[in-house]
């Protein structure tokens, strides 16, 4: 009851025509850069900080919001259409957004992108106003052993991204968790891996690393080619550039799946979009009955990492607001402004700003309708981006690549990075390397080290610890279950071979 | 005619000051470096000078904030570095700039490589306990590290921070030992707290603010050498009976090297005039900051004081110095 | 023929990860391995340098089992295409701090449609003079997302 009159009363202050403006504002720049690879929604917030100290403090929050959730649909666009995460919590995407485009079915992908995100990111909000409580205290029974265990969990989906090798895709992850650890050791201050470079004390951006091996790599592969036939397949026609209701049907486990995933780890302080894609995404394959086929353009591989970073956005506002406790980049420019405004989040923010709290729920309904009405008319036109001749479309991708690294920190030296990744992720690509186990591991390998050496720190060095403690025993045991099935698998098919030649 | 004289020179001595710095004037947008991304505690700080410059009409030009993040600080050091000469710069440090220099063989940019423009503020912290912890003041704390020694935790941040250098400071004057665990963002720190996973910790006021009002946190001592005006109960470490230097944890303004005398004279002077407004006075009321006001001279010299003694404290705490 | 550049490749890349593998874990081993704080820079490096190592020699023990397959049958020309296109990239990006991203980039853009793609040179250079402004437009015009700028000013 109580939170039907909050809601009530958020709906009241989201439909002022002033507020229902800042709403549509945000998501509509939120979008924009979302779509623009590299510049985030941290850079945005900050750049407007300035401009809102003459709004009214909702219509404020609102608009930042917006612009946090909006750019989680537009993130989508260019890692489907040109194999550019456009975000780091849409690198997965590309696994089969990209390779949907590539038979012609950007349409169906962008489009599943949008309903996707629009779903999870409804759920996300409705967790946000009916659990927040009892989720906030979850994630603090959340410590480095659990991470630990999380990290080890979606480090094991290793072994579902794998190609034809198991050993090859355990060594990318292997070197991904190298790259990761370049840079200044939180713990020690020593320069690990540094080679004397300054720029890389700091380590290197996984965006950059996933640009490079994704859609450089990929542009190298396709200029192999002299000929210039493969235009990318682009139907004609509405109904062909919209997802099925097929499509839809397929879809219905990822959207639950992404939903849930994507609140939960967006909750956790130490968690964050980008766990919560690759996690939601190989959940999605573990039980999906066609597994084989996922990274060939699968629709669910689009759908369930999509709405996974679009639920967090309604998770990781949990523990901002309900503790103050801000869980990723973007939601700790959202507690400096709510600060710069005069607020103070904290466990008392919603009791006593109920009207700031409902109306931001209230407005982030409203968003996500106005996102999906924006978002899927863009479907089509986004699609005759594909219609482009190669010789313009691929300076186009290696230009927008460059833009997107350049955008995120102003450096020549991550230009550099991103061309000796695009030889890598090349050379992975021509030596048959997976290039998903990479960017997993470069993904996780930071967190699950800090995890692992906090959790050994806390027990004096026992690692009874990271089984002694049941969320994480849990997780642990899926994690060896993960890897297991297919060595199971193996050992099958190997007594078979043994069998057969006896 | 002799009284108009000296009241001349009265007048030119006066404006003496004055006039000095007006030999320098910027003439086209200032860049403030920093050296986080857009979001980040010092961008921030950036940007509401910035404001604060337009909205109290400080400088005939404007202020923009230029991000060099990487390099835990070194890189937009270097980046000021390399503007020797440059007269429309500017760059905001915090104290990340002088310890990674300290630690880091590739940072090779140290202050004493910029000149020093102004110290602005100072942060003071606090140390805290979870609500429901049984310890009640600092000394009880200490107690019980002495009987389970490298039992009890204390969440932080890296091992140059000002957490781990208070934490040393304590262990080395009362000869006890705990643990100290890293956790990369301020957020994961109190997580930690709360959810009972660590004893302690140290933090800015500001932050602790919510949570002690919410009755989920507990304050046993202040890292400061004056009380502070929103804990006026809680003591000081000093007065709570540790004799440990505070360490202060400052954010100021440098520029690029090689820049003529009269500059400088007009930045400390503007940043001085900065920080007498009043909506600064606000903005550090609000972040629960300490005025911490030096003109570059002084600035100079802490600076040395400064690295000197987190040297030392850096070699007592194990961690390798490489400056 | 694939395959065959595929197996040799498993020899030589499994080589090479193996020397990554024992230049992680000599760095490693200049790192303290457990101090009296817990873990140190060197725990985790040391593990991971270790499974390299195995894995990268398991790799290149089982090629040897199988058995090469001879005739190196890697396709230059296809090679020698996409390493151009790096090239070029990596040109562009070397040209960015004399001419800024506008020309570099425009040149680039030239240099594949005409180059690599055999397109008549008007078409090259109206695609590479839209292509450019419109990079100009959108991003330094009308986002203010900074691209890096030459000694002329753009």
């Known amino acids: ?69 909006g750019a989680k649909y537009g993130g989508s666009t260019t890692s489907i259409l040109m194999n550019v995460p456009g975000e780091s919590a849409s690198v997965v995407t590309c696994l089969d957004g990209y390779q949907m485009a590539k038979k012609g079915r950007a349409g169906p992908a962008l489009g599943i992108a949008a309903i996707a995100s629009f779903v999870a990111g409804t759920v ?11 989720i906030a205290k979850f994630a603090l029974s959340f410590s480095s052993p659990e991470y630990f265990a999380l990290m080890s969990l979606g480090l094991a989906l290793v072994v579902l991204l794998a190609g034809r090798s198991i050993v090859k895709a355990l060594l990318a992850a292997l070197v991904g968790l190298w790259i990761a650890s370049v840079g200044t050791d939180l713990f020690s201050s020593t320069s ?60 219905r486990f990822a959207f639950l799946n992404g939903s849930v995933i994507g609140f939960l780890v967006g909750a956790l302080p130490g968690g964050g979009s980008t766990i919560a894609s690759f996690l939601s995404y190989g959940l999605e394959k573990a039980v999906s009955p066609r597994r084989e086929q996922f990274g060939t353009g699968v629709i669910e591989g689009v759908a369930a990492p999509e709405g996974a970073n679009n639920s967090e956005t309604g998770g990781a506002l949990v523990p901002l607001l309900t503790l103050g406790i801000p869980g990723s980049g973007t939601t700790a420019i959202l507690l400096a402004a709510l600060v710069l405004w005069g607020f103070k989040p904290g466990p008392l923010f919603i009791p006593e700003h109920p009207a700031l709290f409902w109306g931001l729920v209230a407005s982030m309904y409203i968003g996500n309708v106005m996102l999906l009405i924006l978002n899927l008319p863009l479907v089509p036109l986004f699609a005759q981006v594909l219609r482009m001749p190669v010789y313009v479309l691929y300076p186009l991708i290696l230009g927008v690549s460059m833009v997107g690294v350049y955008s995120v920190s102003g450096s020549l030296f991550d230009l550099l990075l991103l061309l000796v990744f695009g030889l890598l992720g090349y050379l992975m690509r021509k030596l048959d390397y997976p290039s998903a186990p990479l960017i997993l591991g470069l993904a996780l390998g930071a967190g699950m080290e800090r995890a692992l050496r906090q959790s050994l720190m806390m027990s004096e060095g ?19 279950l993960v890897l297991l099935i297919p060595m199971f698998g193996k050992l099958n098919a190997w007594r078979l071979r043994a069998l057969e030649q006896d | ?124 912290a ?139 004279e007009f930045w400390q002077d503007f940043f001085r005039r900065l920080t007498r407004t009043q909506s600064w006075r606000k903005y550090i009321e609000d972040n629960q900051f300490e005025d911490g006001y030096q003109n570059a001279a002084d600035l100079a010299k802490f600076y040395e004081e400064f690295t000197d003694r987190m040297r030392e404290i850096l070699k007592d705490a194990g961690v390798k110095t490489v400056r | 023929m694939e395959d065959a550049t595929r197996k040799s490749g498993d020899l030589w890349s499994g080589v090479a990860l193996a020397a990554l593998g024992l230049y992680i874990i000599i760095q490693a081993g200049q790192w ?37 397959a001879r ?4 396709d230059w020309n296809k090679l020698g295409r996409a390493l151009s296109t790096w090239l070029a990239l990596a040109v562009s990006v070397a040209l960015f701090k004399p001419l800024g991203f506008v020309i570099s980039f425009a040149l680039l853009t030239y240099c594949i449609v005409a180059v690599m793609y055999r397109r008549p040179l008007a078409t090259a250079a109206l695609t590479a003079v839209a292509s450019a402004a419109g990079f100009y437009l959108v991003f330094d015009r009308a986002l203010g997302v900074p691209l890096p700028v030459g000694v002329l000013g753009f």
């Not at chain 1, 996300?124 to 009892?134: E, K, R, T």
């Not at chain 2, 001349?8 to 004055?18: G, K």
């Not at chain 2, 140390?127 to 912890?133: E, G, L, P």
């Open chain 1, 192 to 251: 690990r891996f540094t080679f004397g470079q300054m720029e890389l004390l700091s380590g290197i951006d996984f965006v950059v690393v996933a640009i490079g091996v994704f859609a450089l790599a990929e542009v190298m592969v396709n200029m192999e080619a002299r000929e210039e036939t493969q235009l990318l397949p682009v139907p004609k026609g509405l109904k062909n550039l919209l997802p099925t209701m097929q499509d839809l049907k397929d879809c």
């Open chain 1, 124 to 134: 996300g909000v409705l967790g946000l106003m009916l659990v927040a409580p009892p």
């Open chain 2, 126 to 264: 606090v140390i805290a306990v979870k609500a429901d912890s049984p310890y009640k003041t600092l000394a009880e704390f200490i107690g019980a590290a002495r009987k389970n020694p490298g039992q009890l935790k204390q969440s932080g941040g890296s091992n140059t921070s000002r957490d781990n250098v208070v934490r040393q400071l304590l262990q080395k004057s009362t000869g006890t030992r705990w643990a100290f665990i890293s956790f990369p963002g301020g957020g994961e720190r109190i997580a930690a707290l709360l959810g009972g996973h660590v004893d302690i910790m140290v933090i800015e006021p500001e932050e602790a603010g919510e949570h002690i009002r919410a009755g989920n946190m507990r304050v046993l001592a202040q890292v400061s050498e004056r009380r502070l005006a929103k804990f006026p109960e809680i003591p000081t470490l000093k007065e709570a009976g540790f004799d440990v230097p505070v360490v202060p944890q400052v954010r100021g303004v440098v520029a690029p090297p090689g820049i003529p005398k009269e500059n400088v």
């Open chain 3, 32 to 68: 303290e391995y457990l101090g009296p704080e817990g873990p140190g820079a060197g725990f985790f490096p040391l593990w991971y340098g270790v499974a390299i190592l195995a894995l990268s020699v398991l790799l290149v023990v089982s090629h040897l089992k199988r058995g090469s």
């Open chain 2, 1 to 124: 005619m002799k009284s108009a004289s000296s009241l001349i020179a009265l007048v030119a001595l006066l404006c003496a000051p004055l006039s000095f710095a007006q030999g320098f004037k910027p003439t086209r947008t200032v860049d403030l470096v920093v050296h986080t991304g857009p979001g980040g505690g010092s961008d921030v700080l950036a940007r509401a000078i910035a404001i604060m410059v337009e909205k109290e009409k400080l400088l005939p030009v404007r202020l923009q904030v230029i991000n060099k993040p990487g390099g835990n600080g070194a890189v937009a050091a270097a980046h000021l570095a390399e503007k020797r000469g440059d007269q429309n710069t500017l760059g905001l440090f915090t104290g990340v700039w002088l310890q990674t220099p300290l630690v880091s063989a590739e940072a090779k940019v140290t202050l004493r490589d910029l000149t020093p423009i102004a110290r602005l503020v100072l942060e003071p």
């Open chain 1, 1 to 69: 009851m109580e939170i039907l009159a909050g809601l009530f009363h958020g709906f009241a202050v989201a439909l002022e025509p002033a507020n229902l403006f800042w709403c549509f504002v945000g998501v509509l720049l939120g979008t924009v850069v979302g779509i623009l690879p590299g510049l985030g929604p941290p850079a945005t917030i900050a750049m407007l900080l300035p401009l809102t100290f003459n709004m009214n403090p909702a219509g404020a929050i609102i608009m930042l919001a917006g612009i946090y959730y």
């Open chain 1, 462 to 480: 026992k690692l009874s610890i990271l089984v002694a403690r049941p969320i994480s025993a849990v997780m642990l045991s899926f994690a060896v």
């Open chain 3, 71 to 74: 005739g190196d049958a890697t």
